[in-house]
């Protein structure tokens, strides 16, 4: 099947800082991304969607200028979270649409504010 | 507007034993279902979806769902529960082109020797 990536698979930074995560798809082409938070023993909560070449879209309540998206290309997307605090730490994870009836995720990225 | 309920936050079998994870869906027009698992710290993979074809699913390692539409239930199966099921599972629905997912809140199933 189709395989997503997404780097690094964990960080850890200090609060203030700001951290890049970067999601791409490896064998196959994806003008939409989708970036999902999921807090411990939490579900995943979709937000934002990544569009290629132009804006992404946020979902209610999630700071636009704090989860920075750019999807660069048609394989990858990354988001950037810019002054992060220890509110910020959790499980990151992109995914990518292969097909119209499936998308496929990445491996995830454990996010630690100190 | 979609959403997804899962009946069950935990649910614990033998080795062997049969699996039941339940999950009721709500959609304003025909959705595309699927269920995820999620092994600790490891993305999730998917087991098998849904898609106005056949209404029994049948998905990778045993496991498989049937679509109900008078009880807009998704439920997922599996005659006997191995230890490496333990994991936790998703219920999710889709509207349209599946492109945008809601998930549900998750079923940590556990399998005890």
């Known amino acids: 099947g189709a395989v997503v990536s997404q780097h690094p698979s964990w960080v850890i930074c200090k609060s203030g800082t700001s951290v890049k995560i970067e999601c791409r798809s490896l064998d196959f082409q994806a003008t939409t991304m989708f970036w999902y938070r999921q807090f411990p023993k939490q579900s995943l909560m979709l937000m934002a969607t990544s569009n290629e070449g132009s804006k992404a879209t946020y979902e209610q309540g999630v700071e636009k200028d704090k989860f920075l998206i750019n999807h660069a290309s048609l394989t990858l997307s990354t988001l950037t979270v810019t002054s992060a605090h220890p509110e910020d730490s959790s499980f990151y994870i992109c995914s990518a649409p292969a097909g119209s009836e499936t998308q496929y995720f990445g491996p995830g990225t454990r996010l630690l504010v100190l | ?113």
């Open chain 2, 1 to 113: 507007a979609q959403s997804v309920t899962q009946l069950d936050s935990h649910v614990s079998v033998s080795e062997g034993t049969p699996v039941l994870l339940r999950c009721n869906y709500s959609s304003s027009y025909s959705p595309s279902l699927f269920w995820y698992v999620q092994h600790p710290n490891k993305g999730l993979q998917l087991l098998l979806k849904y898609t106005s074809a056949a209404t029994l699913v049948k998905g990778i390692n045993g496991f498989e769902a049937e679509f109900k539409k008078s009880e807009t239930s998704f439920h997922l199966t599996k005659p006997s529960a191995h230890m490496s099921d333990a994991a936790e599972y998703f219920c999710v629905v889709s509207e349209g082109s599946a492109r945008q997912l809601t998930f549900g809140s998750g079923t940590q199933l556990t399998v005890l020797p």
